[in-house]
């Protein structure tokens, strides 16, 4: 998962708005590097947050899934002087890079880069017509893979729950007609099918396609599923008193992360009716005061950053508990990669 959720516009000269990180002062206030201290930034992306960390005294461990990342990254691995590495990875398993001590810091920004979204040939974005593909690893089955091949019934299920898109049974059966005579191959084939069968009304504030594009990318890219993982990967390698700093950009990813600090918040087994009959210790304690948005001067400079959400927990002596994923409350859609042979 590839991260710099940062504007992507071009200014008036024509030359390209730099990529800044969302919640950046956040993330850095939260993380609090400094000299000595070793932070894993599991979504490097155009490296925004891994040199904010560098230049403040910290070691970075940097990994992102997209290979284009990190080819362009090489050139901030070189200005950072030895104290930034950088491995193609995805980040639900950053625990094979953390060193033996442990880390003072994890930080997860989640979702699409605006770098994906500004490329038209990654097929993230309706706005530029380009291959329907998503895929942030650049491997693996296809968002054109998912619409021209998956039952209608499992369409349904991603477009609904995935994207919580209301009309998704009514999308599905019109791709369903539509790809037995003409596959889709674009990014404009899909949204041009949504525009028809469910118009934009003067109220809406998002075009129509948004939220069945945002359910594809999320299931190519198995993007809930990852999160989860590296939550209880940081669990593991953060040493007592390190920080897990995590940004979300839509509800989901965001539940997951709150869900996931709730849990690890220690509770009693019992009722007031009855004794007590364990207590689980707490693993994380909550940072601050919960949830942090973006403020609203950087939300009026740049729209990605109004839904942005970042929540953090601070890692106790507790050890490190069991994965596992019945907490999140996820559909199982694994089967659904099949799309029936």
Do not use: C, W
Request: proline content about 5%.
């Amino acid at each position: 998962m590839m991260a710099d959720h940062g504007g992507g516009s071009t200014e008036a000269g024509g030359g390209p708005v730099p990529h800044i990180p969302v919640l950046l002062q956040e993330v850095l206030d939260s993380l609090k590097p400094s000299d000595g201290k070793i932070i894993l930034d599991g979504t490097f992306g155009a490296g925004g947050y891994s040199m904010a960390l560098v230049s403040r005294g910290a070691d970075v461990i940097a990994l992102d899934r997209d290979p284009t990342a990190i080819a362009a990254g090489q050139a901030v691995v070189g200005e950072a002087g030895g104290k930034l590495s950088l491995h193609h990875a995805q980040f639900s398993d950053l625990a094979r890079f953390a060193p033996e001590e442990g880390l003072d810091g994890v930080v997860l920004d989640i979702g699409v880069s605006s770098m994906q979204i500004d490329e038209a040939e990654r097929g993230f974005s309706f706005q530029k017509n380009g291959p329907l593909d998503m895929r942030m690893a650049a491997d693996g089955v296809s968002a054109a893979d998912v619409v021209n091949r998956a039952k209608v019934g499992d369409l349904i299920r991603i477009f609904s729950f995935l994207g919580e898109e209301k009309q998704a049974g009514r999308i599905a059966r019109a791709i369903e007609k539509r790809r037995e005579s003409d596959p889709f191959v674009t990014t404009r084939d899909l949204a041009g099918l949504i525009e028809i069968v469910t118009p934009r009304k003067a109220t809406d504030k998002i075009h129509p396609a948004t939220r069945v594009f945002q359910a594809l990318r999320v299931f190519v890219n198995d993007e809930l599923g990852e999160l989860a993982q590296a939550l209880f990967a940081a669990e593991r390698v953060l040493k007592p008193g390190g920080i897990l700093t995590v940004v979300t950009f839509h509800s989901l990813e965001d539940r997951i992360v709150k869900r996931f600090f709730q849990d690890r918040a220690g509770k009693a087994s019992g009722s007031r009716h009855m004794p007590m009959v364990a207590v689980r210790a707490a693993t994380f304690e909550p940072q601050g005061r919960g949830m942090v948005g973006a403020s609203e001067a950087e939300a009026a400079e740049n729209p990605r950053a109004r839904s942005a959400k970042l929540r953090a927990g601070i890692r106790t002596t507790a050890p490190a508990e069991r994965a596992d994923f019945s907490i999140f409350d996820l559909p199982d859609l694994a089967s659904l990669e099949k799309f029936g042979g």
